[in-house]
């Protein structure tokens, strides 16, 4: 239940790159200015993220996460909650991988 | 480029609010939404720091230092003793270094905040609460560091607890993939993917993240698909942009 150094030492070096990840994108930008392309590169990042977090999802699934995916979108479209979008996606998920176990 | 489906939120924030303590309870009650799904994430993460023999107080340490589930569930996966710091360094480099661009994405909204209303906010995002951040700024058209650290702050805590609780009563929670918790991410994003989605510049940023992450994937080992992915993708809507006159 304690801490021992040579965890401590690699979990302090782990954390030290994930900061700097985090510091460094918003650091930098401060070089560059904001013209309306640098704009457009910077306003298309939230829907090339998602689209790079659910390809490899959907082409290395199957039926239950295809099945996930929809139910996740279409959730969202009829009730605008994302909890219940994800929360159902997941039940969806769940379910079809029991099915087809 | 025919932008006149868009809101006129979608262009560059109308006013700067600073940071205001309104936007800290406002980013901590919007930031709860994707609450649940991290705790069940971060669940799955302590029953994997258990089984890979980390002690509760490192996986709780972990979990506030390294504060990335993705890194710290891909380096788990490569744990072993004696620890291959080289590569669990390069991991957590590859899973995180979306966070590159997502904060860089940051700079028009808060850039021109001083560095101790700014940096804060940017030092704890994560990818949900960065997610929402954008969106409720282009919604009102006002851009609040508050916000940006008020959600990142109710989704700190629930990190750390739901990690250290997962090690700790894991054992009672069975196999994460029988229970979904594995899609919880993905799930949360595609129902992120319809308030983000424009017809008129989403398409091509959209595609071609997906073949390139899917490409890099398959090609590459390690998680730099993620990174590949948002880069191209993103550049290709900055290819795709027309200069309205």
Same mark, same amino acid.
């Given at each position: ?8 030492? *690699?979990?302090?070096?782990? =954390? &030290? ?10 650091? +930098? $930008?401060?070089?560059? !200015? ?22 490899? *999802?959907?082409?290395?699934? =199957? &039926? ?10 279409? +959730? $969202?479209?009829?009730? !605008? ?21 | ?129 960065w997610a929402i951040t954008i969106r409720e700024a282009n919604r009102t058209g006002l851009a609040d560091a508050g916000f940006l650290f008020g959600s990142g702050l109710v989704m700190f805590i629930p990190w750390v607890g739901s990690t250290a609780a997962g090690h700790l009563f894991g054992q009672f929670l069975g196999d994460p993939r029988r229970l979904g918790i594995d899609f919880m991410l993905a799930a949360f994003f595609a129902t992120m993917a319809l308030g983000f989605f424009r017809a008129s510049r989403s398409v091509a940023p959209l595609i071609v993240a997906i073949v390139v992450a899917v490409a890099v994937e398959k090609l ?26």
């Amino acid at each position: 239940m304690s801490i021992r150094p040579e965890v401590f030492h *690699v979990i302090l070096l782990l =954390g &030290l790159a994930s900061l700097a990840c985090r510091l460094s994108g918003f650091f +930098l $930008m401060r070089y560059v !200015a904001i013209t309306p392309r640098v704009d457009a590169w910077l306003r298309a990042m939230p829907i090339a993220l998602i689209g790079a977090l659910l390809g490899p *999802v959907a082409v290395n699934g =199957g &039926l239950p996460e295809w099945l996930g995916l929809a139910t996740a979108v279409g +959730l $969202m479209y009829w009730t !605008a909650n994302e909890f219940a979008g994800a929360i159902g996606a997941c039940a969806v998920v769940a379910l079809m991988r029991a099915a087809m176990a | 480029m025919n932008d006149s489906d868009e809101p006129a939120a979608q262009a560059l924030p109308a006013s700067w609010a600073g940071f205001t303590w309104a936007g800290v309870v406002d980013g901590a009650r919007l930031g709860l939404v994707p609450a649940p799904t991290l705790i069940a994430f971060g669940l799955a993460v302590g029953v994997l720091a258990s089984a890979k023999g980390l002690s509760a107080m490192e996986m709780a340490l972990m979990s506030a230092w390294v504060y990335a589930g993705g890194a710290q569930m891909a380096s788990l996966q490569i744990w072993t003793e004696p620890l291959p710091v080289f590569a669990l360094v390069l991991t957590v480099l590859a899973m995180n270094a979306r966070y590159i661009l997502l904060s860089a994405a940051l700079r028009p909204y808060f850039g021109m905040l001083p560095w101790w209303q700014a940096y804060p906010g940017v030092a704890i995002m994560g990818d949900a609460n960065w997610a929402i951040t954008i969106r409720e700024a282009n919604r009102t058209g006002l851009a609040d560091a508050g916000f940006l650290f008020g959600s990142g702050l109710v989704m700190f805590i629930p990190w750390v607890g739901s990690t250290a609780a997962g090690h700790l009563f894991g054992q009672f929670l069975g196999d994460p993939r029988r229970l979904g918790i594995d899609f919880m991410l993905a799930a949360f994003f595609a129902t992120m993917a319809l308030g983000f989605f424009r017809a008129s510049r989403s398409v091509a940023p959209l595609i071609v993240a997906i073949v390139v992450a899917v490409a890099v994937e398959k090609l590459v080992p390690g998680p730099w698909y993620l990174f590949a992915g948002a880069l191209a993708g993103s550049l290709a809507g900055a290819w795709a942009h027309v200069d309205k006159t």
